[in-house]
């Protein structure tokens, strides 16, 4: 076995999608909901099928609008720029997430994002 | 840097903490030898716990690849024991195994999931291609009428993929008390036990 197979198999994890296809055989049983929205409309959503190169947030997910002073948004962006990050959104999100990680405790956390589903789209 | 085994199948109860404990054992005295427990159950860890002789041993349920890296050139051989489901910790493991042993009994149940076994280890042949897949018949009947094993040595032998060991390991009480008493069966005195033990040790190394 050569020296180099834990960054083989690390290359392997992060660019393919062996380590995520598990049980790739079973066939989706397909079952929706509708999730009610803060603004009363209804969003339907069915358990994610979709490999982690073939789901996409824009494509499968919801969105949230924050509305923001100038000068809040631009404390964000030189945040960014200084952090050196390459998306504006990837921080955002990330900074949101590790926040609600730690309100909600790692276990409570992993349970809600654990539970992957995508939007459908009429 | 160590030699990885990995004890893995779909199926539950086939024997796979059995086969990953007493391989541990018997390896630790050929050199430093790592137990890893990737099943949630934590059986294989919980036995060790409760050996008077400990073995190195660590639970771990995900990021394998991560954890078993620093600890690579520390040990001589590691051994993986994961879930009797498909997993990403059977994935990783796959990833990074020098040999997979899939222990099965030779009823159809148990061998119909060996094909989506060989499809796994074909797939993971293209990153990690010095990776060898074993099959082990465990818990055959020790009844020497039954004609299971046959038919499941011919069943097996199609997988192009899959290397059946000449070794059957017979559904013995020795096994089962071994573990209660969390010990190999080479440390109890069931010579029959041991000697199934012993050849699927040389088979194997």
Known sequence: ?122 | MAKIFTIANRKGGVGKTTIATNLAVNLSKKGKTLLVDGDEQKSAYKWNEYRQDKLPSIFVLDNLIDTLEPLNNEYDFIVIDVAGRDSQIFREALLISDKIIVPTQPSLIDLEVLEYVSEKVAQAHENNSDIQSIVIINKAPTNYRNSEIGQAQAYIGQFQNLTLLNTIIHDRKAFRDSFVESLSVSEMSDPKANDELQQFLCEIL
């Open chain 1, 1 to 122: 076995m050569s020296n180099d197979r834990f960054l083989k198999a690390r290359t392997a994890k992060a660019t393919t999608d062996f380590v995520q296809g598990v049980n790739d055989d079973v066939k989706p049983i397909n079952q929706t909901e509708t999730i009610k929205t803060k603004n009363s409309k209804g969003v339907t959503v069915e358990p994610n099928h979709l490999s982690a190169k073939e789901r996409s947030r824009s494509k499968h997910g919801r969105n949230l609008t924050n509305y923001l002073f100038v000068e809040e948004l631009e404390a964000i962006e030189q945040a960014v720029e200084k952090l050196g990050e390459p998306s504006m959104s990837n921080f955002v999100r990330q900074v949101l997430l590790d926040k609600c990680k730690e309100v909600l405790g790692e276990t409570e956390y992993n349970r809600i994002t654990e539970n992957k589903r995508n939007v459908v789209k009429k």
